[in-house]
């Protein structure tokens, strides 16, 4: 056992069950059902995943039904306007609806990303041209296009865990990794910025004393990033995140 899981055997754990995240998830579960995404989840990077396809999903619909309620209210001018002009005119409406909605921009195509869970151009027609989603060929390829959790991290990378999408909040970063903070938990997940790969979780309060911050874990993660776990434990038994207990029996290790 190596020194992170130790540290991490000596704290209090918190069910990942009754997190915040699984909350939203499981509040929503026939929602997702009809979105044909049944919670047949393995561990919790999936729920981290399946969070954010479940508000772009949310944000789908209000798109969806943003353009109903534009038909059905406007039905007798639309009926002797062009399609450019319905165009025009329906986006400047959405534009107001869209303020609110999560998104964030795509590096590579400059797009707005409202739906994660689908590609960029999807994306366009969604937010930008959505007559375009009533033409036969594009509902058929939304009706097939298979998604998991692990859709949009696919699509996007890691960017979607520092969006609105997620409830994650990043504490870490350099040119290998990136850390993400789960407060319900006192838990910070570490993965490899190229794939995405899960390294390590560290937990960085037993409970005792106070609860660890964003702030705490964004002034730790470094300590532990850079191997140097006898700083980062001095500075949680200063923090009061840890007893003087564990921390002397973690220093003995080292």
């Known amino acids: 056992m190596g020194f992170i899981e130790r540290m991490n055997a000596g704290m209090k754990k918190y069910s ?26 393995k561990n919790e990077y999936d729920y981290f995943g ?57 590096d590579e195509s ?27 060929q594009h509902r058929e390829y939304i009706k097939n296009f298979k998604i998991t959790p692990h859709t949009p991290i696919e699509l996007y990378g890691y960017k979607v865990f520092k969006s609105d999408f997620s409830s994650l909040i990043p504490v870490f970063e350099d040119d290998r990794h990136i850390d993400f903070f789960v407060e319900d938990m006192q838990k910070v997940y ?40 006898e700083w980062a434990i001095n500075m949680m038994l200063q923090q009061n995140l840890i007893s003087e207990w564990h921390a002397k029996k973690l220093k003995r290790l080292l």
């Open 110 to 136: 400059g797009e707005e990303i409202y739906i994660p869970c689908y590609e960029a151009f999807i994306n366009k027609y969604f937010t930008k041209d959505y007559q375009l989603m009533q033409l036969k």
């Open 50 to 106: 399946l969070e954010v396809v479940l508000n772009g999903l949310i944000n789908r619909k209000i798109i969806d039904d943003s353009f109903q309620m534009f038909t059905y209210d406007n039905k007798d001018m639309t009926q002797v306007m062009n399609y450019n002009e319905i165009k025009t005119y329906y986006n400047g409406l959405i534009s107001e609806v869209l303020k609110e909605l999560p998104h964030f921009t795509d």
């Open 190 to 229: 570490s993965f490899l910025k190229e794939d995405f790969t899960y390294i390590n979780s560290f937990i960085l309060s037993d409970h005792k004393k106070r609860h660890c911050t964003p702030e705490d874990a964004e002034l730790l993660m470094p300590l532990f990033e850079d191997y140097k776990y």
């Open 16 to 41: 990942f069950n009754k997190t915040g995240i699984v909350n939203h998830i499981k509040k929503h579960e026939q929602f997702l059902l009809l979105n044909d995404q049944p919670l047949r989840l």
